[in-house]
């Protein structure tokens, strides 16, 4: 019988917060570290049977053992995020079909979200998380010529991102044979031409990058629980 896994990425460095913190993705929030949020949420969804966490080195696994769910593998990340991924797909046991990958510096994700991804990636093969883009976004080119994109086509992409298991190793696989560089993993699939279906979250769900996300995230939780 396939099972479904969930990779929790927390091995980011974290540069931005400006040493605000000694680790975001420990940093308390709403008195649990950000890291227990989204672990809450999946365990709540019930859509993984197996995780992997992925940390960024030894004092830092120790604590997140500490939250860690069961039954989980700790692996350490890489330089990028893309080679933390690659680490973490490497260490699935061979009966995973689907794959969740999660950056643990989103605490907001829903437990009814991830079952409606789990839902899509059987039917679509690949999800993605997402809302649309609000703003007016504009191309600033060299020539200081500015070109107006059609928002109404824009999205922003969140995660978890979901994709059947041979799809995304054969996805990081050719980032890695191509020596390319990726900032989300639908960047990844997009290279072998497979569609990445989208999941319109109505729901804010900001990444910690800046101290100036942490009070911003106490309130959004805040406001959730009102």
């Known amino acids: 019988m ?3 896994a969930a990779i929790l990425l927390a091995a980011g460095q974290g540069r931005r917060m400006q040493e605000a913190v000694p680790d975001k993705v420990l940093a308390p929030l709403a008195g649990r570290p ?5 672990v809450g949420a999946f365990m709540t969804s019930g859509v993984a049977d197996f995780y992997v966490v992925v940390y960024r080195d030894q004092p830092q696994m120790l604590r997140l053992s500490a939250y860690s769910p069961t ?3 700790h692996v350490r990340g890489g330089r990028e995020r893309q080679d933390s991924v690659a680490n973490a797909l490497a260490a699935l046991p061979a009966d995973i079909a689907h794959v969740f990958i999660h950056d643990c510096a989103r605490p907001l994700v829903r437990p009814e979200q991830l079952v409606g991804l789990h839902k899509i990636v059987r039917r679509e093969g690949a999800v993605v998380l997402a809302h649309r883009v609000t703003d007016t ?3 600033h080119a060299d020539s200081a010529r500015l070109r ?4 109404s086509r824009l999205w922003a992409m969140e995660t978890p991102q979901v994709f ?8 990081y696989a050719k980032v890695q044979d ?24 109505p729901h804010p769900n900001p990444k910690l990058t800046t101290p100036a996300d942490l009070p911003y995230l ?3 939780l805040g406001f959730n629980r009102a």
């Open 218 to 220: 106490e309130f959004l």
């Open 137 to 139: 976004i504009k191309v």
């Open 164 to 171: 059947e298991r041979s799809l995304i190793a054969n996805a």
């Open 2 to 4: 396939s099972r479904t």
């Open 71 to 73: 039954p989980s593998v």
């Open 148 to 151: 107006t994109l059609d928002r």
């Open 178 to 201: 191509r020596g390319l560089r990726v900032t989300d993993d639908a960047a990844a699939v997009e290279l072998l031409n497979h569609p990445v279906a989208l999941l319109e979250n």
């Open 34 to 38: 950000v890291f227990a949020h989204s």
